[in-house]
């Protein structure tokens, strides 16, 4: 890596304003918002180059997700909103949820992370899946 180390920052802001106003200071910037439209979740959306969606694979998931994307591709191109698929189950059950979103035209990123125990646990102690 040419002797490169990757330098990470991370900052809490109380409102999505705050963080969109800082992006310029960065090369990339991650929002995590609200799983439902709320201004912010729509002001970063409408900033962001990606907007990446994760969702569970069962249709209680996928719906307010789809709910969510209907709501942020009204002000931006849905060409740039992607779901992300997590706690799935069986390679069935992958497969319908990509059909689903395929249906309402959005693409799915083509890897996901199965329920697995270790995964669950993690989460709960605020690691994540890279």
Same mark, same amino acid.
């Given at each position: 890596? #040419?002797?490169?180390?990757? #330098?990470?920052? =991370?900052?809490?802001? &109380?409102?999505?304003?705050?963080?969109?106003?800082?992006? =310029?200071? !960065?090369?990339?910037?991650?929002?995590?918002? #609200?799983?439902?439209? =709320?201004?912010?979740?729509?002001?970063?959306?409408?900033?962001?180059?990606?907007?990446?969606?994760?969702?569970? *694979?069962?249709?209680?998931?996928? /719906?307010?997700?789809?709910?969510? &994307?209907?709501?942020? #591709?009204?002000?931006?191109?849905?060409?740039?909103?992607? !779901?992300?698929?997590?706690?799935?189950? *069986?390679? &069935?059950? /992958?497969? /319908?949820?990509? /059909?689903?979103? *395929?249906?309402?035209?959005?693409?799915?990123?083509?890897?996901?992370?199965?329920?697995? =125990?270790?995964?669950?646990? &993690?989460?709960?102690?605020?690691?994540?899946?890279?």
């Amino acid at each position: 890596m #040419a002797g490169i180390v990757p #330098a990470i920052k =991370t900052a809490e802001f &109380a409102m999505a304003a705050l963080a969109i106003k800082k992006a =310029t200071e !960065f090369d990339m910037v991650i929002i995590d918002r #609200a799983p439902h439209p =709320t201004q912010g979740t729509l002001d970063a959306a409408k900033r962001s180059n990606l907007v990446i969606i994760p969702t569970g *694979s069962s249709m209680d998931d996928i /719906e307010p997700s789809v709910m969510l &994307a209907n709501k942020s #591709a009204n002000s931006l191109n849905s060409d740039r909103i992607v !779901f992300a698929l997590y706690k799935t189950t *069986s390679e &069935a059950q /992958e497969r /319908e949820s990509r /059909e689903t979103f *395929s249906q309402y035209g959005y693409e799915v990123l083509s890897a996901s992370i199965p329920v697995k =125990t270790g995964y669950i646990d &993690a989460f709960g102690h605020g690691f994540c899946a890279t």
